[in-house]
C-alpha cells in the first residue's frame, strides 16, 4: 500500500461545491424559475425568502411534476408552492462531502445549499457534485 492510498482525503465541500448559486424568490412564478432553469443549463434554485434568507431548494423535478406544465399553468403557481423544504437541510463549506451526501440521504433531496456561518448562501452541493468528486 501507499501512502498516499492510505492517507484520508482533504477534500471539503467549499471544494466540491457548484458557484455562483441562482436563487429564486418565494413569490416568483414557476414559469420564471423554469425559464431560469431552461436559460443556466441548472437543475436546482436555491429558493430564498423576501428577506434573502434560504428556506428551500427548487429543482427542474417540482416545476415537471406540475401537469399540465404549460406556460399558463406554471405561470399560476408560485415557487412556494412546490419548493422542497421543511425541514431545509444545509451544510457548511468546511463539512466533509461525506457528510454533504449523508444531509442529502436523510432529507432526501439531490442538492443541499452550503451556507457560511455567518448565514450567507455561498454554493450548492448537488449529486452531480458528488458523483464527480467520487470519480476524481
Known amino acids: 500500500m501507499t501512502a498516499t492510498a492510505s492517507t484520508p482525503s482533504h477534500v471539503l465541500v467549499r471544494d466540491i461545491m457548484s458557484q455562483p448559486v ?24 436555491v429558493v430564498i425568502d423576501r428577506f ?11 416545476i415537471l411534476a406540475e401537469v399540465p406544465a404549460t406556460s399558463e399553468h406554471l405561470s399560476s403557481k408560485l415557487v412556494a408552492d412546490v419548493m422542497a423544504r421543511v425541514p431545509i437541510a444545509v451544510i457548511g463549506p468546511q463539512a466533509d462531502p461525506r457528510q454533504a451526501a449523508a444531509v442529502m440521504a436523510r432529507a432526501t433531496s439531490e442538492a443541499v445549499p ?3 456561518e455567518d448565514g450567507r448562501l455561498v454554493g450548492i ?12
Open 22 to 45: 441562482l436563487t429564486v424568490e418565494t413569490n416568483e412564478t414557476l414559469w420564471d424559475a423554469w425559464q431560469l432553469l431552461f436559460v443556466s443549463g441548472l437543475r436546482h434554485l
Open 52 to 62: 434573502g434568507q434560504t428556506v428551500g431548494v427548487l429543482s427542474d423535478r417540482n
Open 114 to 116: 452550503v451556507i457560511a
Open 125 to 136: 452541493v448537488t449529486e452531480s457534485d458528488l458523483v464527480r468528486w467520487l470519480g476524481d
